[in-house]
Structures are given as C-alpha cells and as structure tokens.
C-alpha cells in the first residue's frame, strides 16, 4: 500500500506502526511510553501526529498505516499537541530532577551524589566527584557563603545537611597539590527542572521518620536526571516550568526497595504502564482515572527481573551500585 508522510509517498507494509515507518523513512517522532522490544499500550501522546486524510490527531506509536493516509509529523499543531501531553505529564509530577543543594552550588558540584557516596561509605567515589568539580576544595569551600546548606531541604524539617563540614572530612585525605581554578561550568543548566515544592507537615515527618542517611541529607535529586526520557522531552520542548498541584499527596521522595538492586520511587513515575504490561505477577495499576497509580505488591517483587528498569523511561525504577 501507499502513504504520504510529510510530502513523501511510500510504499509500506501493513506490520508496522507508523511511528517505525515514519522513523525508517528518516522523520523524527518522540515517544515515550513505547519500547521496540517490550508490551507497550499509547498513554502519552507524545508520539501525535495528524492524519490529514481524516483530520485526527493518531498516537504514531500503536497506529499501522491503511492505503492513502497523509501523515503529518511536524506541523505547529502537532507539535503544540506533544507539548500539551507533556506539560499534562508534569502537571502531577511532584519531583525534583536536581538536588536544590547542587543547584545553587557556584561549583556545581553535584553534592546529592557525593553524599550519596558518602553515605554508603564510598569516600573515594565521593572525593572524586569534589576533585572534578573543584580544583581547590578546602580553600572555595571555606571562602564560599554555602548557598548549599541555605538551600538544603533538610533544613526545613530540622537541620540542614553540614555539607561543608563533610566536604572537609573527606578533602582533608586529599593531596590537593597540582590544582589551578575552580570549574565554574554550570552542569546540566539548560536542562528542563521539574521542582518539588515545600513540604507539609505530614510530609516532613514521614521523611525524617523513612530518611535516616549518616549524613542526614535526604537524597533529593532525581537517579533518573542524567537519561530520563520525560525530561529530554520536556527539554526539547522547551517546557520551563511544569504547572504544579503542590497540594498532591504522592509519596514525595519516598522510595520502595525491589530488591537488592532495584529501587521504585512512585512520585517519579508517569504511569506509562511499560513495568507492568512486561512483569509477570510484578508491577500492577491500582485505582482507575487520575487516581491511577502503580503499584508492587510485596509478594510480587520477588518477580521483577532487573531489565525492567531500562525500559522505565524516568527515573521511578532504577538500579543501585552497592
Ligand atoms: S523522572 Fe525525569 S523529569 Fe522527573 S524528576 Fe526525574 S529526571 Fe526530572
Ligand atoms: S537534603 Fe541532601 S540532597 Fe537535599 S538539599 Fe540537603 S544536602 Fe541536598
Ligand atoms: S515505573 Fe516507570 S515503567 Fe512503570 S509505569 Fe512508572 S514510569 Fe512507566
Ligand atoms: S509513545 Fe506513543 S502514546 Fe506514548
């Protein structure tokens, strides 16, 4: 059969989706609730394009073609409906990509994860990261007003994090001979920040009772921020600032243990359904509607295999270096 994709006629089989097509042709189309290799049903919309030749807006991702479509995959229209299913996505999705410590740091050093570092007990891994973002560490920090600990979220619900006070522990083993200047490139600045907002009062206690870190921080950043695909999207489509319900009670920054390599992190997810349409006996939706949610029972987790955190395409499910 034929079809026309932009100003281009194809001849086409009828197996595959349109998105495929399309790609194969050399057309960009992002998606994000689709995996080639995995069960998949269209939830995001993020793959829209418009079916001129009945004037629909089709998920390209689970649409085959029939004789004589006209797809259109660029237009403005198209393009504000992509934008609208992902400003839809973030519109609930109460999380941070960054740590707020990390993003006021001048240095920008990436202080969540050096203290997750810390924490486990990893003190080289963590001076590592404290030697790549600064050249000097014992002189910038004592020079340094610490915007981090102002700006540690920890602070809100007893003390902040003594970040400072960590960072010269560790740099006191450090030979800091061999350095010039301190990196002042700022990481991941242009990249798309969803922001969790202040906690209440329930929020704070459940977080000081569940987060019991030796460092006290409570690991505010995202494991996903790096390679999530919700905010490469969000990025590319220039979404600045996600419309907040800062009164939603997900389980912020709660995280659930899978097993001894896999962590789950509700607020992160966006219901996509991939973990669970590819997990026998795993990961199950609870509630209908908006109240949708997933959900592991705990008598299923002893069936989630490790590949199904790569086919998440945030950062809700995720593997742990031990
Ligand atoms: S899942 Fe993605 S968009 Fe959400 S907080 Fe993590 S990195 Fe940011
Ligand atoms: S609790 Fe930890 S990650 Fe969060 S802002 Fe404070 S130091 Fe940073
Ligand atoms: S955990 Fe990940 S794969 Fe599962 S529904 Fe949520 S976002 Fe999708
Ligand atoms: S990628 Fe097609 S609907 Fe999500």
């Known amino acids: 059969m034929q079809i026309t994709i932009n100003d281009k006629t194809i001849e086409v089989q009828d ?19 689709w995996s080639k290799e995995a069960s998949h049903k269209s939830s995001c919309m993020v793959c829209a394009v418009k079916d001129l030749s009945r004037g629909q807006i089709i998920p390209s991702c689970t649409t085959k073609p029939v004789e004589g479509m006209h797809i259109d995959t660029k237009s403005e229209e198209v393009m504000q409906v992509r934008t609208m ?10 999380a941070d ?3 707020p410590c990390s993003l006021v740091c001048p240095a920008k050093l990436d ?19 404290i030697k790549h973002a600064f050249d000097l560490p014992k002189l910038a920090c004592e020079d340094c007003k610490a915007p981090c600990e102002k700006a540690c979220r920890r602070g809100n619900i007893d003390r902040p ?54 460092s006290n921080c409570l690991h505010c950043a995202c494991a996903g921020k790096s390679d999530c695909q919700l905010r490469t999207h969000a990025t590319a489509h220039n979404i600045k600032r996600p419309g ?6 997900l389980q912020v920054m709660l995280k659930t243990k899978v097993n001894d390599t896999m962590y789950f992190e509700p607020s992160k ?9 590819n997990s026998d006996n795993g990961f199950t939706f609870k509630d209908r509607g908006f109240e949708m949610e997933v959900n592991l029972p705990e008598e299923n987790k002893k069936n989630i295999r490790e590949e199904l955190a790569s086919l998440c395409p945030t950062g809700a499910l995720y593997l742990v270096e031990n």
């Open 15 to 33: 197996q595959d989706t349109l998105l495929e097509i399309a790609r194969r042709e050399g057309f960009e189309i992002p998606s994000l609730c």
């Open 244 to 249: 907040y319900d800062i009164s939603s009670e």
């Open 269 to 277: 997810c966006i219901r996509c359904g991939l973990c669970v349409y």
């Open 97 to 99: 990509c960054e740590a």
């Open 161 to 214: 994090v003594s970040i400072r006070e960590i960072i010269k522990e560790l740099t006191e083993e450090v030979d800091v001979a061999n350095v010039e200047e301190i990196v002042n490139e700022a990481i991941n600045k242009k990249l798309f920040q969803s922001r969790l907002g202040r906690f209440n009062d329930s929020e704070k206690a459940r977080l000081k009772a569940t987060v019991t870190a030796p």
């Open 85 to 94: 299913s992902l400003e839809l996505l973030l519109s609930d999705h109460r």
């Open 111 to 129: 202080i969540e994860r050096m203290l997750d570092f810390y924490d486990k007990g990893q003190r080289e891994k963590a001076l590592g990261l």
